[in-house]
């Protein structure tokens, strides 16, 4: 079992950034790869980033690459996504998703287990 809380969200304007938090418990965390999801009004979760369960490895949708940065602190059970130069169209609410599954083929239905998810709003 895992249980993981996001933190981190809010609004700020385009071009800025923001940190988020997947802070997680439960044993078999170190041992999951972890997803980045986010889902706008309106429109299906789709996936992010995520990072390989040693940190070695991550994968990103192509809209994001080279603005967010997955990273993962196994010592404190906690994943964060870095978010620079930020877009109104990163708006969206933000989940963090723990699974078995390689990191290039998380889908939002194939994820065992969520966070509650953190709100990110950014203004033009």
């Known amino acids: 079992q895992v249980q993981l809380v996001e933190s981190g969200g809010g609004l700020v304007q385009a071009g800025g950034s923001l940190r988020l938090s997947c802070a997680a418990s439960?044993?078999?965390?170190?041992?999951?790869?972890i997803g980045w999801f986010r889902q706008a009004p309106g429109k299906e979760r789709g996936f992010v980033a995520a990072?390989?369960?040693?940190?070695?490895?991550?994968y990103y949708t192509d809209s994001v690459k080279g603005r967010f940065t997955i990273s993962r602190d196994n010592a404190k059970n906690t994943v964060y996504l870095q978010m620079n130069n930020l877009k109104p169209e990163d708006t969206a609410v933000y989940y963090c998703?723990?699974?078995?599954?390689?990191?290039?083929?998380?889908?939002?239905?194939?994820?065992?287990?969520w966070g509650q998810g953190t709100q990110v709003t950014v203004s033009s």
């Open positions: 990072i390989s369960r040693g940190g070695g490895s991550t």
């Open positions: 439960g044993r078999t965390f170190s041992l999951r790869n």
């Open positions: 998703a723990a699974t078995w599954l390689s990191i290039t083929t998380m889908t939002a239905g194939s994820m065992d287990y």
